[in-house]
């Protein structure tokens, strides 16, 4: 299965939210969240922009039969090798939902209340939690050129969700770097990006695997009330 068709099918989004790519991920030098579920302190927007802030970003493309790209933007957020959350962007001009966000926080939230997106001061969005795998747990949103301007214009997205104490869990995704990345025409294509992993196939299966559990998760009926 080729990154173009993964994308394309856009049930495998949430696949490539998984913190597997260290060398891509923003590193915090801060202590990652406890397992008992306390919240966990918020990420410096700060830390891993001080020599290239296009750095925060990871983008990777893949071109379509019409001559067009198709692209995702992510980055990752991990403390002393953890996990802390991740924010992904899919722009597939073959997609009716052609933009397409999807943010991801570690397990042990309460899933009742959503994960809040918040750019900067501006009016936050509750957003439900769509499925949890055994690493994170991520929330998807369509959205419009209006709120890639925000992203472009802003300096944080703060991602909130509540920990078993019903106690704020913040991470903030550092938007320094993401206009220059998000328009510039170079990127990386996915052979490129296959190859810097040390075992591909093991990387192709992984995305596979998670792409069918997510539409086995879609594809089963919700039990009768």
């Not at 009742?112 to 994170?136: A, E, H, N």
């Not at 196939?201 to 792409?211: G, I, P």
Request: a negative charge; aromatic letters at 6%; one cysteine or more.
């Amino acid at each position: 299965m080729t990154f173009k068709k993964l994308i394309a099918a856009g049930l495998a989004v949430a696949a490539l939210m998984m913190p597997t790519y260290a060398a891509f991920a923003q590193d915090a030098a801060q202590p990652a969240p406890a397992a008992d579920g306390q919240a966990a302190p918020a990420v410096d927007p700060n830390a891993a922009a001080s020599e290239d802030p296009t750095k925060n970003w990871l983008k990777v493309c893949d071109p379509l039969a019409d001559g067009k790209k198709v692209c995702i933007m992510r980055q990752v957020v991990v403390a002393n090798g953890q996990f802390l959350g991740s924010f992904l962007l899919r722009d597939d001009p073959g997609q009716e939902s052609r933009l397409l966000a999807v943010a991801a926080v570690p397990l042990g939230v309460l899933l009742p209340f959503g994960l809040t997106w918040q750019i900067d001061g501006s009016k936050p969005i509750r957003v439900p939690f769509m499925l949890c795998d055994p690493t994170s747990c991520a929330t998807q949103l369509v959205i419009n050129e209006a709120y890639i301007n925000s992203l472009k214009k802003g300096s944080v997205l703060k991602l909130t969700a509540k920990n078993r104490q019903n106690k704020d869990l913040v991470i903030e995704i550092n938007l320094a770097g993401f206009t220059t990345v998000y328009d510039a025409e170079s990127a990386m294509t996915f052979e490129e990006f296959n190859k810097q992993n040390s075992d591909p196939s093991a990387l192709e299966k992984q995305l596979q695997d998670r792409a069918e559990e997510l539409r086995k998760q879609l594809d089963t009926p919700a039990p009768a009330q």
